[in-house]
């Protein structure tokens, strides 16, 4: 996850002093001591199909998921293991009976704890447990504006459900962000969905771009062309600028596609050159792709995953193994390979002079696409000559959008590369 407010403010700062920082509220414990962020897929039953999918949920109890002793249980190694923050997913982590004494009792035992919900159960029964459950973060997913975001979720009245979730959690003074996940088919939604999140006063936005795994990878021929990220990201960083500017205190984020460091970059090279030494070098110690790293996924059976995106690759089971000692064992060879720094990618991602800082992005689309975790990354939105590559690679080509969509939906023109 590339945070860009923290970014684009810093270099405001280079230029302005008279902009305040704004201090981190997530207190971190020193990196050297510290265990990886773990999402944790607490339950795959969703009351949505939504297309996109990671986990491929449906609204149906699935055998063998973790019971609460066990989850508390592997709490405790988390917490010894120095993880700082336990992302508490799904399927719906709101459909868990026990989900509010799983959360209790992350709190208790220091975490930094999220709720990552669709918003759709949110409502007046349930806002006044969700508020106690003291929540640091709760993100919730927009698709889209209205017709856009229910054809994505396959629920009419999506939209406004989740949006009144959002509004429930605002006014019960939980840090809230919209997620967004970027594909040709809402890429015309995004300016009113940021108007959303500024008028609504949400106050993080989360722009995911599209990964190759559960749905998504059924559905990777709506892979948004390079030329339309290129302009999502401009607009999200033309806005966060301008809010900064204005003294409006709202974080923008980007996920999924570590090219976004690298892009990020270039734009500080040409509206902040004073700055594109000192955030080039912040970008470094980001290092990009945290895969195997600094992020974990535990899926609601226990299996640990490098991330959410390769629930196809299993390092081991919670409940066969402590996850510390999972963790730790580069045995396997797709960890090992993930920790390596620099990792030994291959194809255009080897060549790139910005490998430092996008670490050789996402594997898991270079994997879909090739059966190959190291090739480069598909996904890759820059010219060679942008990165410094010699242009003797033959790019590997995403799926060809399919020529069928829905009525009035607008059409975008392909990238020349």
């Not at 902040?272 to 790293?293: D, F, H, Q, T």
Request: proline share 5%; glycine share 8%; aromatic share 10%.
């Amino acid at each position: 996850m590339l945070r860009l407010s923290q970014y684009i403010r810093t270099a405001i700062q280079i230029s302005d002093s008279s902009v305040p920082e704004i201090p981190d509220r997530r207190s971190r414990a020193p990196l050297q001591n510290r265990g990886p962020v773990v999402i944790w897929n607490l339950i795959r039953r969703c009351n949505l199909t939504c297309r996109h999918c990671y986990a491929s949920a449906v609204d149906k109890d699935f055998p063998g998921e973790l019971t609460t002793a066990q989850v508390f249980k592997t709490m405790e190694n988390l917490r010894d293991f120095n993880v700082p923050v336990l992302i508490l997913s799904g399927g719906e982590p709101l459909m868990r009976p026990d989900i509010f004494d799983i959360s209790a009792y992350a709190k208790e035992l220091g975490f930094y704890v999220a709720l990552s919900s669709n918003g759709t159960l949110i409502d007046d029964k349930n806002i006044d447990q969700i508020a106690n459950a003291n929540y640091d973060y709760v993100g919730i997913s927009l698709d889209g504006l209205h017709e856009t975001h229910d054809y994505f979720r396959r629920l009419e009245g999506g939209f406004d459900l989740a949006l009144r979730g959002a509004r429930l959690c605002r006014d019960a003074d939980l840090p809230v962000g919209i997620r967004f996940t970027m594909t040709r088919e809402n890429y015309q939604d995004l300016p009113g969905l940021l108007d959303l999140v500024e008028r609504e006063q949400i106050d993080k936005f989360y722009f995911s771009h599209l990964n190759y795994a559960g749905r998504g990878n059924h559905n990777r021929k709506d892979h948004a062309f390079y030329n339309m990220t290129r302009e999502a990201l401009l607009m999200i960083f033309a806005r966060c600028e301008a809010e900064i500017k204005a003294g409006i205190h709202r974080d923008y984020v980007t996920g999924n596609n570590d090219a976004d460091g690298v892009f990020l970059k270039f734009w500080i090279d040409q509206n902040y050159p004073a700055a594109s030494e000192k955030i080039g070098n912040l970008l470094k110690r980001w290092g990009g792709n945290a895969s195997g790293v600094n992020v974990a996924n535990i899926d609601n059976l226990g299996n640990v995953h490098p991330d959410t995106m390769w629930w196809q690759h299993t390092l081991g089971n919670v409940l066969q193994r402590p996850f510390s000692d999972i963790w730790q064992d580069t045995s396997d060879p797709l960890l090992a390979g993930l920790k390596q720094r620099p990792r030994a990618v291959g194809g255009r991602c080897g060549e790139c002079k910005y490998l430092e800082i996008c670490g050789g992005n996402t594997r898991t689309r270079a994997y879909q696409l090739t059966g190959d975790p190291w090739a480069e990354d598909p996904g890759c939105y820059l010219d060679d000559g942008e990165l410094g590559i010699s242009g003797q690679y033959e790019r590997i080509k995403t799926v060809p959008f399919a020529a069928t969509k829905r009525q009035g939906q607008v059409e975008y023109p392909s990238c020349p590369r």
